[in-house]
């Protein structure tokens, strides 16, 4: 731990001190002299040199202190280091899919925070949805300690994103749960999605992937995601919702649909127009969103090859493409929380700085309280 100050020129103010010990000497009590006749026989002789003496010493030592600590508070002085032991900070997301946070195993010790302006603590009420995530853990993380521990609940959609990625200079326990009921988007469309899967002829490796997907979908209810697989020169029938298509490009009549309303899933590497939409752990785009008329397109930058696109056998692959699917509009500040891990800043975190003027409020405050105190006492007792 160290010491240190922000104004070292406020300790001037200690030039203060002469006014007390101006004080005290001036005003000592009057010597009363008192005559007796038989004196004027005694010869005169040298009087005795006085030393200054000060009257009421606790009194005077209160002021010099009460100087001393205004003093300092001028100077702002802070501490920096471990001068408590390393601490866990929790901070959870409002839009986390449990009632009530602490109820999950965790430790004890560890520190709760809402991810809302102020970090109130979890005891409090929940703040509302749509917090500026990726800047309130800026936020945080700047102030936190070097040696203290960082943990967040987030759900599996974060909003409340900016357009740049999130670096931390601590590493961060990024723990993912469901989003609370009350967040999760209604299905719009209760009756059968129909997609139209279109494909060039030689594509037969990719399909595996995207039929493995649509079962997944299928798994709750087999009948509510309807394909109609066909190559990618066939017509696209008027009750289609979805369109996946792998042969590149959109064509045309493909394009056409898209403008009118309809939604889109391209896989073409090469087409790197749009917004990203969906980033990996490492921060690469995996998918970017754009409108044609009506419609819009999603767009996958990897070829649908686990040696590319290692995420197509991760298990919640079809969740992630269904929901960029669903979604009305692309929403650039919204994504999923397992492409949004933090990155680790190369700088290392550095020791917190914190403040000592509320420390030095409260000194000043009680020194002047028993300084009034001692000098009434002083006049009432003369």
């Not at 001036?26 to 003496?53: E, G, N, Y």
């Not at 002021?63 to 032991?85: C, D, E, K």
């Not at 195993?105 to 925070?113: E, I, K, L, V, Y």
């Not at 037969?204 to 009948?223: E, I």
């Amino acid at each position: 731990m160290s010491f240190g100050l922000l104004l070292p020129l406020g300790l001037a103010a200690l030039a203060a001190w002469i006014l007390p010990l101006l004080i005290h000497l001036i005003r000592r009590p009057a010597d009363h002299v008192i005559i007796f006749p038989a004196m004027r026989w005694l010869s005169a002789a040298v009087r005795p040199r006085r030393r200054p003496r000060f009257d009421d010493p606790w009194l005077l030592l209160l002021r010099l202190l009460l100087l001393a600590a205004i003093a300092l508070l001028i100077a702002q002085p802070f501490v920096t280091g471990a001068w408590h032991s390393p601490r866990t900070w929790v901070l959870v997301s409002s839009e986390a899919g449990f009632a009530d946070p602490l109820s999950q195993p965790h430790d004890q010790n560890a520190q709760w925070r809402w991810i809302a302006p102020g970090f109130p603590p979890i005891d409090m009420p929940r703040p509302s949805a749509g917090q500026p995530l990726a800047s309130l853990l800026r936020e945080f993380d700047a102030g936190l300690d070097a040696r203290d521990a960082l943990v967040a609940v987030v759900p599996q959609v974060l909003s409340g994103l900016d357009g740049e990625r999130l670096q931390l200079r601590h590493d961060i326990d990024w723990r993912i749960v469901g989003l609370r009921a009350s967040e999760t988007p209604p299905e719009t469309n209760p009756q059968p999605t129909h997609i139209a899967l279109r494909h060039a002829a030689d594509a037969q490796d990719a399909l595996r992937y995207l039929r493995a997907v649509v079962a997944a979908w299928n798994t709750a209810d087999p009948a509510s995601h309807l394909v109609d697989e066909q190559l990618s020169d066939a017509a696209i029938s008027a009750q289609t919702q979805w369109l996946i298509w792998t042969d590149g490009p959109l064509s045309a009549a493909a394009a056409a649909w898209v403008a009118q309303g309809g939604v889109a899933l391209v896989v073409d590497p090469a087409d790197a127009t749009g917004l990203p939409l969906w980033r990996n752990a490492a921060g690469d785009v995996l998918a970017r969103t754009r409108s044609i008329g009506e419609g819009r397109v999603i767009v996958l930058q990897k070829a649908l090859d686990p040696a590319v696109f290692p995420e197509l056998l991760d298990a919640t692959f079809p969740m992630q493409l269904r929901h960029m699917l669903v979604a009305r509009e692309p929403a650039p500040d919204r994504a999923f929380a397992e492409s949004m891990i933090p990155l680790k800043l190369d700088q290392a975190p550095t020791a917190r700085a914190e403040s000592l003027a509320p420390a030095l409020i409260i000194l000043v405050a009680v020194l002047f309280l028993l300084e009034r105190m001692l000098a009434t006492r002083r006049r009432i007792g003369t």
